[in-house]
């Protein structure tokens, strides 16, 4: 049945087979939406979405476009665009984007989303162009485009940030922990499913007539080359001038994806050089994180008076615990359980240094923080869901772990999962440790879940092994836990179930989680009380890498507010964690009220008394000045919130000598300047120091002896001060 013809050529075509095919898309649709309706609560933007479905849906099915000649290029040229619109506008939808441009300039709206349109129909080109007909082309684009929205529909869903370019690299971690969650469909996903079917279906409007060989290769060149001259348009237009970094969803999802790309090319900070390094570095010796005058050689010589003279330093053992997803829920209110959620964190911090830490990530990308503590560099330069380990470690790096390890520290780490996480069995030895414990060296261990994630129990019996087997040289230990990692709608066999008072199973995801807080701060408590018995003195840090992705709903019913609205502090609330400093001996009783996690390893180290490097001088020093610098913004010491676009001028200075600092410590390490961020290496030991220290072992034996001590192997376990008097009174000493 033909509707209309056109004198040119062009025509529309139906058919009664077309109706009803149409009848069934319209059908189908229409179910769909009202199904999606009724399970959750849809935008008024999301409803237009899918009224422009429908209609596109039953159009594209009912009517038939055909042309001859150059009309028939024309039309296909408009499908193309209509398909690669539907395309980029489905991605936004699977992403839960806002599609508006909410707090945002229009202009950088309509500019973002253009770009995002220009991305998905540069794959129509290329395809076209090596393959040479349109439908074909069109349809396996669109499917390739399909596969990459719902991969990026898990990753958001799964681990609460969205699926980038640089997250590519990281697709062997991303398939270990996949198992721990659990993939929930919602309104989303049905709309941006439907969306992307109205552009199949589209597609199929597309011709069937293969290009010409006249004109085949000029076209089909023609094509690669519009294709490719989309990237270098948008290298060239500096596109990140438009992205919006506050919120996510701002950003049409192509747009950000290629973005992301373009932000791993860091650009060289101004001014800089070596020896602007240098001098930036210089001018920041005097600073101090602590208020407190305190000397950590004193506290330990007069708490453990013999412990340099058996061992031949006056260094702590440090154990580091950087707990998964180790949160307090209770900055955002009051929050009541029926059982208490951080008993032991809550007494143990009343005798050490503990506060706020605010990390780099949210909800997911544990290495990140990981990074900056050890190296003290921020993250404030790179974009989001970068992954330091995969793109900026690739030879030695200086660290927390490579200045302990100057000063006679055997070198630890523990992690019970799979060494090649974020690229852990790589970067772990360039940092420095000597020694990396990993999923295989926890055959027995307890898990607190079907998927086998191990305790923090586990890892805190790990700890005790190796302290216990350790030798006489200071330890440094870093345990990074899994207990807490996400996927808690899981079952778990052996959890004791905690209950938000009032509001019982209405979060039963945060349920779950506030539970395994409470498992993690039981097992805390043990690890302290074992440590608090020892002979050694010893520092234990304790962190949370990020806050969990739990559901929307806790969140936005806490603060009161949508997550697409929250104030600066509120965005800023949400990379909050708690740190604490505890040891065996007198140290300040500090709170920290809030702090970057690039800080915390000066921090530890100025703790612990051992020497320091240059960087962690200069880090202390801008401390004093911006205590929280991250990806959002910085907190100035005043508690002012500011976003990196509209600092006052002194700011912007002091930001930008931190860039240059960490650009050469972290993008450029070719011309790093060395000297700033280690120590001097240990004193060559001489043979007449080698003597001196045997005889003391020999005499410390007899000690042992004398005074009955049991001595675990590789264990030094420290006499008490009578029986050293006793024991040297009736040597002649």
Not at 131 to 154: C, D, E, H, K
Request: glycine share 6%; charged share 20%.
């Amino acid at each position: 049945m033909r509707i209309f013809t056109a004198d040119a050529g062009f025509r529309i075509k139906s058919s009664y087979r077309r109706f009803i095919w149409a009848s069934a898309v319209f059908i189908i649709i229409l179910s769909f939406w009202t199904a999606v309706n009724r399970l959750d609560e849809i935008s008024e933007t999301y409803n237009r979405i899918w009224a422009l479905a429908l209609v596109l849906g039953t159009a594209g099915t009912v009517f038939k476009v055909e042309a001859d000649g150059w009309p028939r290029y024309f039309i296909d040229c408009a499908l193309i665009c209509l398909i690669a619109s539907l395309v980029s506008t489905g991605f936004d939808v699977f992403q839960g984007a806002s599609i508006s441009s909410g707090e945002d300039s229009a202009y950088y709206f309509l500019i973002r989303n253009g770009y995002a349109f220009l991305i998905a129909l540069s794959l129509y080109l290329i395809f076209y162009a090596l393959i040479g007909r349109i439908r074909a082309a069109g349809i396996t684009a669109t499917v390739l485009w399909f596969v990459m929205a719902v991969i990026s529909y898990v990753v958001i869903t799964t681990r609460g940030e969205r699926l980038l370019f640089s997250d590519i690299l990281g697709v062997g971690t991303a398939l270990e922990v996949v198992d721990s969650y659990k993939v929930e469909l919602n309104s989303n996903f049905y709309l941006g499913a439907t969306v992307f079917a109205v552009a199949l279906l589209w597609c199929f409007q597309l011709s069937r007539v293969k290009v010409s060989r006249k004109r085949r290769w000029a076209v089909r060149l023609f094509s690669l080359a519009a294709g490719c001259l989309v990237y270098v348009f948008f290298s060239l237009s500096e596109p990140t001038q438009y992205f919006y970094s506050w919120l996510d969803n701002q950003n049409a999802y192509l747009y950000h994806f290629m973005v992301n790309e373009e932000m791993l090319k860091i650009k060289k900070p101004e001014g800089y050089s070596q020896e602007k390094v240098a001098e930036i570095i210089d001018g920041g010796q005097n600073g101090r994180i602590l208020r407190t005058d305190y000397n950590a050689k004193e506290s330990i010589d007069v708490s453990f008076p013999y412990y340099k003279y058996n061992t031949g330093t006056d260094n702590p053992n440090i154990i580091v615990i950087m707990n998964e997803s180790f949160t307090d829920l209770r900055t955002y209110g009051d929050l009541e359980t029926s059982e208490p959620m951080l008993e032991n964190f809550d007494q143990i911090k009343e005798e050490s240094i503990y506060g706020t830490l605010y990390t780099e990530v949210y909800g997911g990308g544990t290495a990140d923080s990981e990074y900056s503590f050890f190296t003290g560099n921020s993250l404030f330069m790179t974009p989001a869901s970068t992954r330091p380990y995969q793109l900026y470690v690739r030879n030695d790096t200086p660290s927390l772990i490579s200045t302990l390890n100057s000063q006679g520290y055997v070198s630890s780490a523990i992690h019970p999962m799979p060494p090649e996480n974020w690229n852990r069995s790589v970067v772990y030895p360039l940092l420095g440790f000597e020694n990396f414990c990993s999923f295989s060296s926890f055959p027995d261990a307890e898990t607190s879940r079907s998927q086998n994630i191990i305790t923090d129990s586990a890892t805190y019996d790990k700890v005790i092994e190796l302290y216990e087997n350790k030798g006489k040289d200071p330890l440094f230990l870093f345990d990074l836990t899994m207990q807490n990692h996400g996927g808690y709608g899981q079952s778990y066999d052996n959890l004791e179930q905690v209950q938000i008072t009032g509001s019982e199973g209405q979060y039963p995801e945060t349920e779950q989680f506030i539970s395994l807080i409470r498992a993690s701060d039981v097992a805390f408590g043990d690890l302290v009380d074992y440590f608090s018995d020892v002979y050694e003195p010893t520092v234990i840090c304790m962190f949370g890498d990020h806050q969990p992705n739990l559901t929307d709903g806790f969140y936005e019913d806490s603060l009161d507010s949508s997550r697409d609205d929250l104030t600066l502090e509120e965005q800023q609330t949400q990379q909050e964690t708690p740190f604490i400093i505890w040891a065996n001996y007198d140290i300040p009783h500090e709170q920290i009220e809030r702090m970057s996690v690039n800080y915390l390893s000066t921090l530890v180290a100025e703790t612990a008394g051992v020497e320091e490097t240059p960087y962690n001088r200069y880090l202390a020093s801008l401390y004093q000045q911006i205590p929280v610098i991250d990806r959002k913004g910085i907190i100035t010491s005043d508690g002012t919130y500011y976003r990196y676009d509209d600092m006052p001028q002194d700011l912007q200075s002091t930001v930008n000598d931190y860039k240059i600092v960490v650009y050469n410590n972290m993008i450029d390490p070719e011309n790093r300047y060395e000297e700033l961020f280690r120590t001097g290496s240990q004193p060559a030991v001489t043979e007449e120091a080698k003597q001196v220290k045997e005889t003391e072992d020999v005499r410390l034996e007899q000690f042992r002896v004398y005074a009955g001590i049991d001595v675990p192997a590789g264990n030094i376990l420290m006499p008490g001060k009578a029986d050293i008097s006793r024991w040297l009174l009736e040597n002649g000493e």
